[in-house]
T-cell receptor
Framework: GAVVSQHPSWVICKSGTSVKIECRSL??????MFWYRQFPKQSLMLMAT?????????EQGVEKDKFLINHASLTLSTLTVTSAHPEDSSFYIC??????????FGSGTRLTVV | GNSVTQMEGPVTLSEEAFLTINCTYT??????LFWYVQYPGEGLQLLLK?????DKGSNKGFEATYRKETTSFHLEKGSVQVSDSAVYFC??????????FGGGTRLMVKP
């Protein structure tokens, strides 16, 4: 089946540094990738939708200059958290549309900013 | 806009008990409905789905029926196991490829 590989699975970084999260579609082409954020014991909140070769569409309240999304190819989308701060600590998950009615998710990245 | 409401947890059951997790939705058009499961520290895995009214999705003993008249997609399992302990998310997918998630329900199954 369609698989999205997400790396790293966890990362600890110092406040003020940037962190890049990658999502690769392994056996299909992901025209659209969705990026979610999940706080402890809460649901997934859509941050942005990225389309290959064009600018990402951000949800209201999400800072596009802080959460940089790049979708330069049909198999790779990246999320870069710039100048990370402790409040950015969260679980980030990517997802890609598969077929007409399916979605596949990455395994998630737990980011801890210290 | 679209919304999904599911029962709050945690739901605590003994092994072999019957499980129901309620899910209702609000949407325009004819969305697809999904149940996802999330184990600790992991991403989401598709559990089952239904793409049109009266469809029944099923997988690993779990079932859910797309009820348009009650705008519901309740998740059921006849006999839960300890290994079913996880967080379950009901979700709605619209024609614009957007997924809307419910708040999640944590299930804890005791041996």
């Amino acid at each position: 089946g369609a698989v999205v590989s997400q790396h790293p699975s966890w990362v600890i970084c110092k406040s003020g540094t940037s962190v890049k999260i990658e999502c690769r579609s392994l056996d299909f082409q992901a025209t659209t990738m969705f990026w979610y954020r999940q706080f402890p014991k809460q649901s997934l909140m859509l941050m942005a939708t990225s389309n290959e070769g064009s600018k990402a569409t951000y949800e209201q309240g999400v800072e596009k200059d802080k959460f940089l999304i790049n979708h330069a190819s049909l198999t790779l989308s990246t999320l870069t958290v710039t100048s990370a701060h402790p409040e950015d600590s969260s679980f980030y998950i990517c997802s890609a549309r598969v077929g007409d009615h399916g979605y596949t998710f990455g395994s998630g990245t737990r980011l801890t900013v210290v | 806009g679209n919304s999904v409401t599911q029962m709050e947890g945690p739901v605590t059951l003994s092994e072999e008990a019957f499980l129901t997790i309620n899910c209702t939705y609000t949407a325009t058009g004819y969305p697809s409905l999904f149940w996802y499961v999330q184990y600790p520290g992991e991403g989401l895995q598709l559990l089952l789905k239904a793409t049109k009214a009266d469809d029944k999705g099923s997988n690993k003993g779990f079932e859910a029926t797309y009820r348009k008249e009650t705008t519901s997609f309740h998740l059921e399992k006849g006999s839960v196991q300890v290994s079913d302990s996880a967080v379950y998310f009901c979700a709605l997918g619209d024609a614009g490829n957007m997924l809307t998630f419910g708040g999640g329900t944590r299930l804890m199954v005791k041996p």
